[in-house]
């Protein structure tokens, strides 16, 4: 899309984003996520009922009597959002793409984030990193995000989840709230899923189309992998093409379910044609 395209749709997304997160998200982001950072303040001398888990073992030495580190919640958090934008999220038989879906997710969360007076950041990703954003405050960084999620392209073929995870693990030093947006079209990204939730605020949002979880009995089909070129014809009106088809997907499901249980990390999932607005706010509430 040219200059004057892509600048009104980024108003458009603002536009439609941003009155969500003032008026409806705001409250429900800050109570699901303060607390979450906590930074060292002081320490003072131990009293009766403190946890003597917070006991500074260094300083009791040095002063023969017991003292306690005292942390406040952090005034600030760092969000960051991992997307996925290979080319099978362009993909979408309903009324939006999964990467229609995805960036007005992420601009709603950035939005909630800046409202909140906290960081947000950006790391795009489809086979390897295709680029990096560091967190950072304000309305115009905002809007810069925007952009990217709407004209950034895949210049890599494939989906390489673990990458994105482990360079996200390598640049973020500070505990973050992270948001991992993607269609998981990938495997053996358990390993790098554990490692940064043992340190991060981990949350996934699987996004996907009607049509990948159920094909249609429409007739002969030419389907394209969008990753890789291959196509393949299916008879769609074979009940037993559209039995394993569906149980295809429901494995793929799965795989990403246990991938963030055992990591202890979150996942939601979101088609592209329900009420992404209702699904969030719920997440958020539960979390509270």
Known sequence: MDTTELLKKVRKIEIKTKGLSNHIFSGEYHSAFKGRGM???EVREYTFGDDVRTIDWNVTARFSHPYVKVFEEERELTVMLLVDISKSALFGSVQQ????????I????SFSAIHNHDKVGVVFFSNGIEKYIPPKKGSSHTLRIIRDLLSMEATRQGTDIAAALRFFNNAVKKKSIVFLLSD???DRYEDALQIVARKHDLIGIHVYDPHEKELPAVGLVKMMDAETGETLWLDTLDAQVRKKYAAQFQQHVQYCRNAFTRSGASLISIRTDEDYVRILQGFFVRRI
Do not use: G, Y
């Not at 992420?106 to 969360?109: S, Y």
């Open 39 to 41: 930074s060292f303040s």
């Open 97 to 104: 793409t999964k990467r229609d879906l995805i960036t007005e």
């Open 106 to 109: 992420c601009a709603v969360l």
């Open 184 to 186: 998981f079209f990938a």
